[in-house]
């Protein structure tokens, strides 16, 4: 296929070329290293010694702790030191780092692709959002937040834990892809008040204030704000709209951002309270969904919060017992300004979309270990009060779309981890979820987990899930974009895995696993080909198979070093054809090395995408993007300081665009810098 080379660099796949190179030869020389550093003596060591040594472990796999190599899933896990010396900025930057993830951003949003599967048009809703287990996904689009609206700093997360493949049987709707569960700081690892400062290209600038700490034995706080303004870049060319009429295709002050967040964390014995809140505006460059190019009232605004009781106790009979009663409330509002002249004379109207929601949860979940079995019972309600969507003239307040609605969904879960030999085990459990809009669907998962040898785990894996369609999908009519199609009903995937999972001495690990699923009723975005106009159909389905390979390892002085490499292919199961935004290849490179006796640390990434297809049948070109971060804990008394430069090498590229852009690609960010100061008293 044709490849957008007018627009995007001929020398992309020369530079990847070379980076490639760059990654094999780090991924032998780091793999020497390792293995000549392991002492003699952990080869003698058992699976079980290297467990309570290396192993780390994982509460979202199964709703309880378990290592990562007895979880019934695929699982990687960020932890808060790496966030730091990566210098990642938002969760989407977190999620690009990890094996088989992507991000597309169409410079308002960004959404994140697993597995070779990120459809236009959808708002994260294939990947379930959790907040130390809370669900993040809002109740109208469904949405997964991982910009800067999500409402959580990244200083404040201790790990992020990412579950891969299908987890309904536990989780319900939107756990289709990946579970995404963010663990965020107690008081105790603040330690007391830290202030936080940065400054970053295109006028960026970031703070934050903390309080955290352990008072008494009972009772823990952590209290955070943050505030995060950014004039964005000044100027951005788009050849689809180079006229005269339309500013020769550029977008001046189009791309600034502004969030605020704030999060407390309370904890008095078996009692936690959390809350979060996050508000979030953006500028839009793009003119999407026809709108006039180039105009500054084009903005998007996202507000959201929540309020999670829970009590967790174990009795004496090691009967585990975990309750827990929430309130959300999401609140979307969108500027969008079209021109209805059928002249020269512009005759100028701005059109704003908004949306409410809010809803009451409850969960009640109860662990027992009996002889074998680990049995694991759990049900889930929500109450959705609100699912409000509108759309009006910003001027005469003529209204063109006031839908209310309201709904109710609950869920039963059970869950066996059966230990039929002391390497063997037995994960199986079902789920049966009901929802008002359409009904129930019931959804399975089966892991057989089996430890062949020391150090060394297969998993045999397969689930099934489902994803409800959206009340955005389901309902939003414009008359100027958009038709609704109430009779969507949901789709449905069907995941299996084989991982193998070797540790070589104390301080290495090496997996691979193979991948296939198949979804069906697929729920797309298309054009009605009676109004010309988007709207969202159960499409015929999608197929994907894929290989994934990493090479994990941490040895000497706080040196830690992982590569991954993914191959898949993702089709349109009736036409066999490439799904757009599919990259068949995916590489990365994550190395941290310490410098000036430990004083400073660095972190460098690659991140190689290859080509991927756009709406209009062309492939953007490969790139290989290049982060180099230099970090320095306690430089001073109390001080860390942060160097980031992001883009190293100014790769050109571009994210494919949705059927709302006129742009095939859109550009992404060049080189950016970043200083961060962070004092803690």
């Known amino acids: 296929m044709k490849s957008e080379s007018d627009s995007l660099p001929k020398d992309t796949s020369v530079r990847a070329m070379?980076?490639?190179?760059?990654?094999?030869?780090?991924?032998?020389?780091?793999?020497?290293?390792?293995?000549?550093?392991?002492?003699?003596?952990?080869?003698?060591?058992?699976?079980?010694?290297?467990?309570?040594?290396?192993?780390?472990?994982?509460?979202?796999?199964?709703?309880?702790?378990?290592?990562?190599?007895?979880?019934?899933?695929?699982?990687?896990?960020v932890t808060s030191e790496?966030?730091?010396?990566?210098?990642?900025?938002?969760?989407?930057?977190?999620?690009?780092?990890?094996?088989?993830?992507?991000?597309?951003?169409?410079?308002?949003?960004?959404?994140?692709?697993?597995?070779?599967?990120?459809?236009?048009?959808?708002?994260?809703?294939?990947?379930?959002?959790?907040?130390?287990?809370?669900?993040?996904?809002?109740?109208?689009?469904?949405?997964?937040?991982?910009g800067r609206e999500f409402p959580v700093d990244v200083d404040l997360i201790e790990r992020v834990e990412i579950v891969r493949g299908s987890s309904s049987s536990l989780y319900g709707t939107s756990a289709f892809m990946a579970v995404i569960n963010?663990?965020?700081?107690?008081?105790?690892?603040?330690?007391?008040?830290?202030?936080?400062?940065?400054?970053?290209?295109?006028?960026?600038?970031?703070?934050?204030?903390?309080?955290?700490?352990?008072?008494?034995?009972?009772?823990?706080?952590?209290?955070?704000?943050?505030?995060?303004?950014?004039?964005?870049?000044?100027?951005?060319?788009?050849?689809?709209?180079?006229?005269?009429?339309?500013?020769?295709?550029?977008?001046?002050?189009?791309?600034?951002?502004?969030?605020?967040?704030?999060?407390?964390?309370?904890?008095?014995?078996?009692?936690?309270?959390?809350?979060?809140?996050?508000?979030?505006?953006?500028?839009?460059?793009?003119?999407?969904?026809?709108?006039?190019?180039?105009?500054?009232?084009?903005?998007?605004?996202?507000?959201?919060?929540?309020?999670d009781l829970q009590y967790t106790h174990t009795f004496s009979n090691q009967l585990g017992l975990l309750a827990r009663a929430s309130y959300d409330s999401y609140r979307y509002d969108g500027a969008y300004v079209y021109d209805y002249s059928d002249n020269s004379t512009p005759l100028l109207a701005v059109g704003v979309d908004s949306s409410r929601g809010s809803w009451l949860s409850g969960e009640l979940q109860l662990t027992k270990t009996v002889s074998r079995h680990r049995l694991t019972f759990g049900t889930e309600y929500r109450d959705n009060?609100?699912?409000?969507?509108?759309?009006?003239?910003?001027?005469?307040?003529?209204?063109?779309?006031?839908?209310?609605?309201?709904?109710?969904?609950?869920?039963?879960?059970?869950?066996?981890?059966?230990v039929i030999r002391e390497n063997l085990t037995l994960s199986a459990g079902v789920r049966y979820d009901h929802h008002t809009t359409y009904g129930g669907t019931t959804n399975p998962r089966v892991a057989l987990i089996y430890h062949p040898a020391e150090k060394t785990t297969v998993k045999v894996l397969y689930g099934a899930a489902f994803r409800a369609p959206n009340n955005f999908e389901l309902f939003?009519?414009?008359?100027?974009?958009?038709?609704?199609?109430?009779?969507l009903r949901p789709e449905t995937i069907k995941t299996g895995e084989l991982v193998f999972e070797k540790y070589l001495g104390d301080h290495v690990r090496v997996s691979a696993s193979g991948f296939v699923y198949r979804i069906k009723g697929l729920i797309s975005q298309q054009i009605n080909p009676e109004s010309d106009l988007i709207t969202f159909g159960n499409v015929a389905g999608a197929r994907s198979k894929g290989l994934e390979f990493e090479f994990d390892s941490r040895f000497g002085p706080g040196f830690e070093?992982?590569?991954?490499?993914?191959?898949?292919?993702?089709?349109?199961e009736a036409t066999k054809e490439t799904l757009t935004n599919s990259p068949r290849h995916l590489g990365k490179l994550n190395v941290i090395a310490p410098l000036f006796k430990r004083r400073v640390f660095a972190g460098f990434e690659l991140q190689y995408t290859s080509q991927r297809r756009t709406l209009v049948g062309l492939d953007t070109p490969a790139f290989v993007l290049s982060n180099l971060t230099l970090f320095g804990p306690k430089l001073a008394k109390g001080l860390d300081a942060s160097f980031g430069v992001y883009n190293l090498f100014n790769q050109k590229y571009g994210d494919p665009g949705g059927e709302e852009h006129r742009q095939n690609a859109i550009e992404q960010d060049g080189r950016t810098v970043r200083v961060k100061l962070t004092y803690h008293f």
């Not at 963010?182 to 960026?204: C, L, N, P, Q, Y």
């Not at 939003?476 to 009779?487: I, K, L, R, V, W």
């Open 476 to 487: 939003y009519e414009s008359g100027d974009a958009f038709n609704a199609n109430p009779t």
């Open 18 to 77: 070379f980076h490639l190179s760059i990654l094999a030869i780090t991924l032998a020389s780091t793999a020497g290293l390792a293995l000549a550093q392991a002492p003699d003596d952990l080869a003698s060591k058992s699976l079980e010694d290297l467990m309570n040594i290396e192993v780390a472990s994982v509460y979202s796999a199964s709703k309880y702790s378990q290592k990562v190599t007895e979880a019934p899933s695929s699982v990687s896990i």
């Open 182 to 307: 963010v663990i965020t700081k107690r008081g105790r690892d603040v330690g007391g008040v830290e202030v936080s400062a940065e400054g970053a290209s295109a006028g960026t600038y970031n703070g934050r204030f903390s309080y955290g700490n352990k008072l008494g034995n009972d009772f823990e706080m952590l209290l955070s704000g943050s505030y995060y303004d950014s004039r964005g870049k000044r100027e951005i060319y788009y050849q689809e709209f180079d006229t005269p009429a339309t500013n020769n295709g550029i977008a001046l002050d189009l791309d600034g951002e502004e969030s605020k967040t704030f999060l407390a964390n309370l904890s008095f014995r078996d009692f936690t309270l959390h809350g979060t809140y996050g508000s979030r505006q953006k500028a839009y460059p793009t003119a999407s969904y026809g709108t006039v190019f180039n105009d500054p009232r084009a903005r998007t605004s996202d507000r959201r919060g929540y309020l």
């Open 561 to 572: 070093g992982n590569v991954s490499y993914t191959l898949q292919k993702t089709q349109d």
């Open 385 to 418: 009060l609100k699912q409000n969507q509108g759309n009006y003239d910003l001027e005469t307040l003529v209204v063109s779309l006031d839908d209310r609605r309201k709904s109710k969904n609950f869920g039963l879960f059970l869950q066996d981890e059966f």
């Open 82 to 146: 790496q966030i730091q010396r990566y210098g990642y900025r938002t969760l989407a930057d977190i999620l690009k780092s990890v094996r088989g993830f992507y991000v597309t951003n169409d410079r308002n949003y960004s959404y994140v692709g697993v597995r070779g599967f990120s459809r236009p048009g959808d708002y994260n809703t294939r990947v379930l959002l959790l907040v130390d287990g809370h669900r993040m996904n809002d109740n109208v689009y469904d949405n997964a937040p991982i």
